[in-house]
């Protein structure tokens, strides 16, 4: 019997040594595997492009078609005093400067909705474009905009010309409010990835 199972050994010429070596291979690149897999802590990048600009919203009121840069294409709806559903189509100068009437680096074109009955609030999503002799290409900017906070963030989805393929944020801050009619934000854009 014992040398039925050694001949078995050997019709198959696998032994008990070949056997743990293939074992203790198997084991390390499983191991190896698991420790190149473990997830690496976020270690934020540097942005490869960073600009701040101006963007001047001057909501048409009915007189100055002259100087309106965006207007109301719904009235708000009757759902609570926070202009709820109304929506605005606007095409909006940005500047390097806070000055409206510098020469314009951009267009925002693009709209915003009121979207929240007990507060304002508001969703954007528009294309900067730019033709000027340092940039010229479009970046795609979307987000919430939380009036209240200090500070948002607009995430840039994607970008033509110079701007290709970008990704990053927009982080804004509302620099003056006049009354329903002009308000000017400040625009930090910091591109992650750049191609």
């Given at each position: 019997?014992?040398?039925?199972?050694?001949?078995?050994?050997?019709?198959?010429?696998?032994?008990?040594?070949?056997?743990?070596?293939?074992?203790?291979?198997?084991?390390?690149?499983?191991?190896?595997?698991?420790?190149?897999?473990?997830?690496?802590?976020?270690?934020?990048?540097?942005?490869?492009?960073?600009?701040v600009?101006?963007?001047?919203?001057?909501?048409?009121?009915?007189?100055?078609?002259?100087?309106?840069t965006?207007?109301?294409?719904?009235?708000?709806?009757?759902?609570g005093?926070?202009?709820?559903?109304?929506?605005?189509?606007?095409?909006?100068?940005?500047?390097?400067?806070?000055?409206?009437l510098?020469?314009?680096?951009?267009?925002?074109?693009?709209?915003?909705?009121?979207?929240?009955k007990?507060?304002?609030?508001?969703?954007?999503?528009?294309?900067?474009?730019?033709?000027?002799?340092?940039?010229?290409?479009?970046?795609?900017?979307?987000?919430?905009?939380?009036?209240?906070?200090?500070?948002?963030?607009?995430?840039?989805?994607?970008?033509?010309?110079?701007?290709?393929?970008a990704?990053?944020?927009?982080?804004?801050?509302?620099?003056?409010?006049?009354g329903?009619?002009?308000?000017?934000l400040?625009?930090?854009?910091?591109?992650?990835?750049?191609?």
């Amino acid at each position: 019997m014992v040398q039925s199972s050694t001949k078995l050994r050997t019709i198959s010429g696998v032994t008990m040594r070949d056997l743990v070596l293939k074992l203790f291979f198997i084991l390390f690149l499983l191991f190896t595997l698991s420790v190149s897999s473990e997830k690496k802590s976020f270690k934020p990048k540097q942005p490869c492009k960073d600009l701040v600009l101006y963007y001047h919203d001057t909501l048409f009121n009915g007189t100055d078609v002259a100087n309106a840069t965006s207007a109301a294409a719904t009235d708000p709806t009757k759902l609570g005093n926070f202009k709820f559903g109304m929506l605005v189509v606007f095409d909006d100068p940005m500047t390097k400067d806070n000055h409206l009437l510098s020469r314009p680096v951009a267009r925002a074109q693009g709209f915003y909705f009121y979207d929240k009955k007990s507060t304002y609030t508001a969703w954007f999503a528009f294309t900067l474009i730019f033709n000027s002799t340092k940039h010229k290409g479009t970046l795609n900017i979307m987000g919430a905009d939380l009036m209240t906070e200090e500070t948002r963030d607009f995430s840039v989805v994607g970008g033509t010309g110079d701007f290709f393929m970008a990704r990053g944020i927009a982080t804004i801050h509302t620099d003056t409010f006049q009354g329903d009619y002009y308000f000017r934000l400040k625009m930090d854009i910091k591109l992650y990835e750049c191609y």
